[in-house]
């Protein structure tokens, strides 16, 4: 990244993390602070996705020009955050083997408005500085889609924007492998600032999944209930099929919470919270 934005950028985020804590509504931390990658708006692999996974995929320019015009392609960037769940949250989770736990439910819901209100914080800070920037999936246009090939998908993803831009390789079970492992969520922001890019240090969009590189592990074929990962990778259909009709009806009825989230085969596994490669 430019050093300049990089430092903003890194000042911003601790400002917000800071508020956030000392809100005593807030007082428990919900994610671990950010790993950040960086992409080039125009790295070819955006439109490889477009052309794979479906016409309705944005390359980050198509993005950028539903909100802005005059984009320059060539000066666009993609910053990627991963934000690890806590200690706290995994132990949660890893404890359960049917049903999501409270905690993790309750911060898929509240991590989802962290996460959007820091993405909106950063695009109007970098506007104070003359960067022009947005967040794909806040745009009112963003939507879920069918692709032919691969069933559901959408406008955007988070995962394959930080796969672009160095932050990990895909799992047996479709997570994303990170360095802090596949236990966190994502978010995104293209800004129109040329930057330092971060190096993709794989060859493969597999390479830090045991199964893939060594044919060993399969330990979230095991923690999945809903038996949607097997050797062929994971099952959409089942797995959203179990999210809607088995986890959301004990969620509310549990928790009081509008949420299907799952997340087991993310924790009690070799990649929870490191590349085990
Ligand atoms: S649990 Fe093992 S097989 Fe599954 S994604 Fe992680 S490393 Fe790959
Ligand atoms: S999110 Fe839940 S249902 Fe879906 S693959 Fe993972 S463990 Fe299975």
């Known amino acids: 990244m430019s050093e300049v934005c990089k430092d903003f950028i890194r000042k911003s985020i601790d400002e917000y993390y800071r508020a956030v804590l000392s809100d005593m509504s807030n007082s428990e931390r919900i994610y671990d602070y950010p790993i950040i990658g960086c ?35 060539e000066k666009l960037s ?14 949660a989770n890893s404890k359960e083997t049917s049903y999501t736990s409270k905690l993790w439910a309750t911060n898929r ?4 408005e962290f996460i959007n209100s820091l993405m909106r914080k950063l695009v109007s800070e970098l506007k104070t ?3 022009r920037a947005m967040s794909p999936t806040l745009n009112d246009n963003w939507r879920n889609h069918k692709s ?29 492998i990170t360095a802090v ?4 969520r994502c978010g995104s922001i293209i ?48 797995c959203r099929a179990y999210q809607r009709e ?26 929870e919270s490191k590349n085990p490669v």
């Not at 819901?109 to 989802?112: A, D, E, K, P, Y």
């Not at 129109?192 to 045991?210: A, G, K, N, P, Q």
């Not at 959301?248 to 009690?268: A, M, T, W």
């Open 191 to 238: 800004l129109e600032h040329e930057m330092e890019y971060s190096i993709r240090d794989y060859d493969s969009h597999v390479e830090y999944c045991l199964f893939y590189a060594k044919g060993s592990c399969q330990a979230c074929i095991n923690r999945c209930p809903a038996g949607a990962i097997s050797e062929k990778g994971h099952d959409k259909l089942k």
């Open 109 to 112: 819901l509240r991590g989802q």
């Open 148 to 176: 032919d090939k691969y069933g559901y998908a959408s406008s955007w993803s988070e995962r394959h924007t930080a796969y672009v831009s160095g932050l990990g390789t895909f799992g047996l079970c479709d997570g994303l």
């Open 181 to 184: 492992g596949k236990a966190h």
């Open 246 to 271: 088995v986890l959301r009806p004990h969620i509310e009825k549990e928790y009081n919470l509008d949420s299907s989230s799952c997340g087991l085969c993310q924790v009690g596994v070799p990649c």
């Open 78 to 91: 993609v910053l990627s955050f991963v934000f690890p769940q806590t200690s706290k949250t995994k132990i």
């Open 39 to 73: 992409s080039k708006g125009n790295d070819k692999l955006y439109k490889f996705f477009k052309e794979d996974i479906g016409e309705f995929y944005w390359t980050p320019f198509e993005a950028f020009s539903l909100e802005f015009d005059n984009v320059d392609e």
């Open 129 to 131: 500085i003359g960067i």
